[in-house]
């Protein structure tokens, strides 16, 4: 069975950083692209970030500033989310999703975590 795992949400202070990580369990996670996503209360999920399955390839969205950097240790099955200058309007459920293709995109995502809360103060 395939699942995913987030960590490293939490309450952080505008301007400050954050370390999110996705574990992936009953998956070959190297052969997988996986992508960031956040969903705050009221407001469509939106995907944040995204790296290819080697690594190689990140996702980088113009909406994000370059603040949000997705990177992975195959090894450990593991991918990260470094998040800098946090904003109030970065609060949102955070979650990881793999996709069943190497290459990173915008929506082909297969399977999904259950997400890790961020808290940004003012």
């Known amino acids: 069975q395939v699942q995913l795992v987030e960590s490293g949400g939490g309450l952080v202070q505008a301007g400050g950083s954050l370390r999110l990580s996705c574990v992936g369990s009953g998956v070959s996670f190297s052969s997988n692209a996986v992508g960031w996503f956040r969903q705050a209360p009221g407001k469509e999920r939106e995907i944040v970030a995204a790296i290819s399955a080697n690594g190689a390839r990140t996702l980088d969205l113009e909406s994000m500033k370059g603040r949000f950097t997705a990177s992975r240790d195959n090894a450990k099955n593991t991918v990260y989310l470094q998040m800098n200058n946090l904003k109030p309007e970065d609060t949102a459920l955070y979650y990881c999703?793999?996709?069943?293709?190497?290459?990173?995109?915008?929506?082909?995502?297969?399977?999904w975590g259950r997400g890790t809360q961020v808290t940004v103060s003012s």
């Open positions: 999703a793999g996709s069943r293709y190497r290459g990173v995109s915008l929506d082909q995502y297969d399977y």
